[in-house]
Nanobody, 116 residues
Framework: QVQLVESGGGLVQAGGSLRLSCAAS????????MGWFRQAPGKEREFVAR????????YYADSVKGRFPISRDNAKNTVYLQMNSLKPEDTAVYYC?????????WGQGTQVTVSS
């Protein structure tokens, strides 16, 4: 069983920055690929970024590439999403996901609101 807790969301003006954190419980974190997704009101949940278990490989949605670097600290069982140059269209609930084997675990989400 893996539990994920996101934090760091909030209200920010366009052009600003936020850093999201996702703290994971369990001993499998360092062997798990981790990802961030988001869901805006009335829209489906979409992929934002993913990082391999080692942290050596990262993948991004085109909409955030160059703005939202993802990173992880396996010693702290935490994955981060640094969000820069935020836009109003980035407003959403952001979710952390862990893939352990063939099973996915999700956090409860953290709200990010970007005002224009």
């Amino acid at each position: 069983q893996v539990q994920l807790v996101e934090s760091g969301g909030g209200l920010v003006q366009a052009g600003g920055s936020l850093r999201l954190s996702c703290a994971a419980s369990g001993r499998t974190f360092s062997s798990s690929a981790m990802g961030w997704f988001r869901q805006a009101p009335g829209k489906e949940r979409e992929f934002v970024a993913r990082i391999s278990s080692s942290g050596h490989n990262t993948y991004y949605a085109d909409s955030v590439k160059g703005r939202f670097p993802i990173s992880r600290d396996n010693a702290k069982n935490t994955v981060y999403l640094q969000m820069n140059s935020l836009k109003p269209e980035d407003t959403a609930v952001y979710y952390c996901k862990a893939r352990v084997g063939v099973q996915d675990y999700w956090g409860q989400g953290t709200q990010v609101t970007v005002s224009s």
